[in-house]
């Protein structure tokens, strides 16, 4: 199978389902920037010691395998969303970022200042990737006023750019 098609070449693609859209419609705008999301938390994940850091390194893993979900929800046109139903996201999805978020939370200091990046490699890579999951969440919001979302997508984004912000911190502690 061929990687390039030239289905593309005049600027628009094809949604799941079949939908033609213009390359820069909200939709995609949205799943290319979990795309990039994505591709930066597999930089982070390598970037991860694998002897101390496993835990750490299978948890973005698992967080990296939510958002292909999130990506083929958002590449699916809203006639066919049907066709992703094992892609959901539950409450209990964003719940789970939220007690890693409380376990890292208790083991570092208080936070009493805004923080400067670029302390370590690790953390600054974390703080990439929490500010393209809240681009992330912005575009998934545009297109939730033209196409209703599931609001379990949009707390997880929310969540997710927490959990970066609160991991960056523990990379700090753990690795520099």
Known sequence: MKVYTKKGDKGQTSLYGGARVDKDSTRLEAYGTVDELNAYLGLLRSKIPTKEGQDDKDFIYKIQQKLSNLEAILATDETHIHLVESCRFYEN????????????????????????????????????????????????????????????????????????????????????
């Open 93 to 176: 999805d964003s719940k789970e970022l939220e007690d890693r978020i409380d376990e890292m939370t208790e083991i570092l200091p208080k936070l009493n200042a805004f923080i400067v990046y670029g302390d370590d490699e690790l953390s600054s890579i974390s703080h990439v990737c929490r500010a393209i999951a809240r681009r992330s969440e912005r575009r998934m919001v545009s297109v939730n006023k033209e196409s209703p979302l599931d609001p379990m997508c949009i707390m997880y984004m929310n969540r997710l750019s927490d959990f970066l912000f609160t991991f960056a911190r523990y990379l700090t502690k753990k690795y520099a």
